[in-house]
Structures are given as C-alpha cells and as structure tokens.
C-alpha cells in the first residue's frame, strides 16, 4: 500500500509539473504583462523598470524556475490584472459555487442513472428501456448550452416557475471564506435549472455504462451458478451482479467528475452562476493572463488529485486486486 500510495504521488507531481510548464509557456505568450498592468501615459523607462522588477528579461526557464519556487514556498501564483488581488485568492473565492453546483449535479446523476441502468440491464426489452435508452441517446446528442437555454425558456421565462441567474441567498461560513445556498429556499431554487443542465452531460453516459457493465455481469458463470443454488433474483441482482457492475463504475465517474468540473464553463456562462467557469470566461475576456493561468493549474490539479483518488478506492475495493503496490 505504502509503495502504491508513493507511485501514485510521484506521478501526481510530475503530471502537475508538466501541467504547470504547459501553463506557464501559454502565458508568455498571452500578451505582454506590463502593457496590461500600466496606463497609455506610463513612460517606456518605468515600464523597463517594472519589467526588471518582475523578472521578465530573465530566460524563459529563469522565470518558470521563480514561478514555481514562489508558489511551493508562498503559494504565490501571481495577482490578476483586473481584480488586483492574488489569483488563488479569487480561485477559492469562487470554488463553494462551483462545488455546490457538482455536488448536486453528481447526486442527481448518481440517483438516477443507478436504478435506471439497473433496470433497463433486468428487463432488456422492455418499452421502458426502449424510452430510457432513447432518451438517453439524445441526451448525448444535445450540447448542454442548449439544454440550459431550453430550461431556462420553459421553466423560467414561460412558466416562471424557477429563477434565471445567479446563485441566490447564500449562508456564509467562517467569516466568508465558504458559502453555500443548500440551507436556504432561494439558494436551492437558484440550483435547480443549472444543476439539472449540467447533469444532462454525464447523466445518459452512467445509465448506458451502467447498462452494459450489468448486462455483462449477468451473462457470467458466477450468475448463472447463484441461479443454479436457487438465490433469489433480487438477491443476484442487488448483491451479486450490481457488486462488480459498480467497479467499472467507479473508475469511469472519477474522472468524470474532474470532467464535470470543467464542463460547468458552459453552465455557469448560461446562468451567470459565480463560479469557477464564469470566473475563467472572464479572465480570457479581460485578457487576464495570471489567472487564466492559475486557473489551468487548479483545474489540472483537480483531475490528476481525482484520478488518483479512484486509483486507491478501486484497488481497496477490488478483491481480485492482491498487490495494488503491483498495479500501475
């Protein structure tokens, strides 16, 4: 396990060096920082002296060396060009919104598509699963951009049932640094529209995965065996066959997951949900390079942090893995 556990920090901090590097290299040629941190009447010897200041005449490897060395020792990756406050502050100010809106995106997902893949594996050919499975189809089909629009016509504009934008009524934790609208009536209702957009992306993906992976695991010997003993049905269904369906599961929703945090850019574009997506458009519109850049690291970090994670909960849970310091 210990072994395990050292491959896999390992493999996270060079995958986040090479995210880092691929980052930084994006950001030297975004623009040029002076110009955007100074005025048209700044004279062409002050924005040399800031340049000298903030090391940009050294090489490129210089500056990526500093770069790096500032955020181990400090956690400085650098202020934004807008907001004039440190990038990772701005980061973990939007982080709760993002968050809350996967948080439920993911109950939604996992609450619906685990008895939906379930029974349409059970009853193949039933007109229920005909209707599950083309509707999923679809789901797939449609970009999520367009779902959210077409919610927000409906649910919103014509029948006026639910909220257009923004996050709504929020309580705040330990003096600001975390919110969340799960404890209030207008924060929930706000979460609604982008939370079941959003999980119009992952949701017709599990139940198809789901699907398959269940009616795979009923065609094995195992299964054919507890029919054989006499088990009962909701017995090789619920215990024998959903065991091993969901291993495949877990993998596959673990990099979903970074996947859907990615994915809310969209989501929170539509809504004008204050989170991490709508704060990353507004970087690139106000060309702010720094926190573009924090940004990509972030969300890189999310992925790799994740994928990780799966690793270890998977060779935990799997009995047929015997030395997971063995696996890769």
Do not use: C
Request: charged share 15%; proline share 5%.
């Amino acid at each position: 396990m210990l072994t395990f556990l050292f491959k896999r920090l390992v493999q996270l901090l060079i995958v986040m060096l090479a995210i880092s590097f691929i980052a930084f290299a994006i950001q030297q040629n975004l623009g040029d920082p002076v110009a955007q941190m100074t005025g048209l009447m700044t004279s062409a010897e002050d924005k040399a002296l800031l340049r000298e200041k903030l090391g940009l005449n050294d090489p490129f490897l210089v500056q990526y060396w500093n770069y790096i060395v500032g955020i181990v020792t400090h956690g400085d990756f650098g202020n934004s060009y807008f907001y004039k406050k440190p990038t990772i502050a701005l980061i973990f100010e939007a982080l709760p919104a993002t968050l809350e809106l996967v948080f439920v995106t993911a109950v939604i997902v996992i609450g619906l598509s685990i008895p939906l893949g379930i029974y349409a594996a059970i009853h193949p050919r039933n007109w229920l699963t005909k209707i599950i499975m083309g509707v999923s189809t679809i789901g797939i089909s449609i970009p999520v951009f367009l779902t959210a629009i077409l919610l927000l016509y409906i649910f919103s504009q014509t029948l006026g049932w639910l909220p257009s934008f923004g996050r709504g009524e929020v309580v705040e934790f330990s003096d600001g640094a975390w919110s969340t609208g799960l404890l209030t009536k207008d924060g929930i209702l706000h979460l609604i529209l982008p939370s079941i957009a959003l999980s119009t992306i992952m949701l017709p993906l599990f139940i198809r995965l789901i699907r398959s992976e269940m009616m795979e695991s009923l065609g094995q010997e195992y299964i054919r065996f507890a029919y054989a003993k006499g088990l009962p049905k909701r017995l090789i269904f619920y215990t024998h066959a959903l065991k091993n369906t969901m291993l495949p599961v877990i993998t596959v929703g673990g990099v979903q997951l970074g996947t859907m945090i990615a994915y809310t850019i969209l989501t929170e574009r539509v809504f004008e949900w204050p989170g991490l997506g709508n704060l990353f458009l507004y970087a690139i519109n106000r060309a702010d390079v720094p926190l573009i850049t924090t940004y990509i690291i972030f969300v890189g970090f999310i992925f790799v942090f994740t994928n990780t994670v799966v690793d270890i909960i998977y060779g935990l849970i799997d009995p047929r893995v015997k030395n997971i310091g063995g696996k890769s």
